[in-house]
């Protein structure tokens, strides 16, 4: 059909339409980078509850953070019903009670907030703007971590506000409470920045959720059954080494070292390693998996 004979179909007969969409030319402020890894953060911290998302999107992070947070409610309507009772739970051991929650937590969420970009293939989306690879790797890692960190607070605040307003004089216990500020805030930020940097390092290797938390969790499971044998089964050093192997085992040592109270069911002691190795090797753990996640994201989506 020539151009002449199309145009003397009636309009009614045509099949399409056009639309005027309306694009206009932006004239607003640009925040620039800054503003951009902010934003970035932020919805990746509120992607990790699943805020803003379907209801599916919420069960695994708020029922994970409700696990960890009812240990600590029985444990303050203990004391309110019979003061002075011993509780099972401390600032000390009470994240490593409940380690397997942190795991789980990682391994759910830290796929969910870097596997989907890589799947529907949009981070060149990110990465033509104002964004910078290396931007985008820490603000999904800081959001990881801090998600982290709000979950491993949590309980610890349930346990001193418990500790405070079960006592009959509340300032006094307030005034005694005080002194346990360095293991209320420092023992969940001792979890969440190595375990964090481990989780994201896997999570970013894949664009698949399931490979992704199968993997992590693999991990946290290997390391820890491989040192518990050879704990039990070798002898001389290699004995008194293989507990350095699980990242859990690493994150209590070090907070024996910075926050003090060794654990009688931690396997730390029996590595006969001198405190501030678990410190350095806790700390090269952070170091590592941020590298990682840096040099995945300088790679991916080129």
Do not use: C
Request: charged share 10%.
């Amino acid at each position: 059909m020539t151009q002449r004979e199309a145009s003397v179909i009636p309009r009614e007969s045509a099949t399409g339409a056009i639309y005027d969409l309306g694009y206009r030319h932006y004239d607003g402020p640009r925040l620039g980078r800054r503003e951009a890894v902010a934003t970035l953060f932020v919805a990746s911290l509120r992607a990790a509850f699943g805020l803003g998302r379907g209801g599916r999107s919420k069960i695994v992070p708020w029922g994970l953070s409700a696990v960890l947070l009812v240990p600590a409610a029985v444990a303050g309507a203990i004391q309110a019903i019979a003061p002075g009772a011993p509780s099972p739970f401390t600032y000390d051991n009470y994240l490593w009670n409940l380690q397997i929650v942190l795991a789980l937590f990682v391994a759910a969420q830290a796929p969910e907030l870097v596997s989907g970009d890589q799947r529907h293939r949009v981070l060149s989306l990110y990465f033509s703007h104002a964004m910078a690879r290396s931007d985008y790797a820490l603000a999904k890692l800081g959001a990881l971590m801090a998600a982290l960190f709000i979950v491993a607070l949590g309980p610890l605040l349930v346990i001193f506000l418990a500790s405070v307003l079960v006592a009959s004089d509340v300032v006094a216990a307030f005034g005694d409470q005080l002194g346990n500020l360095p293991q209320v805030i420092g023992s969940p930020l001792l979890y969440a920045v190595p375990l964090g940097a481990l989780g994201m390092a896997i999570a970013a290797f894949t664009p698949r959720r399931a490979y992704a938390t199968g993997a992590i969790i693999a991990v946290f499971l290997i390391t820890a059954a491989v040192g518990a044998i050879l704990a039990e089964a070798g002898s001389g050093r290699i004995s008194e080494l293989a507990p350095l192997l699980s990242p859990f085992v690493l994150l209590d040592g070090a907070r024996d070292w910075l926050l003090g109270a060794s654990l009688a069911d931690s396997p730390v002691s029996a590595a006969h390693v001198p405190l501030p190795v678990f410190g350095a090797l806790t700390f090269a753990l952070a170091l590592a998996g941020t590298a990682a996640v840096n040099w995945r994201y300088r790679r991916v989506g080129a």
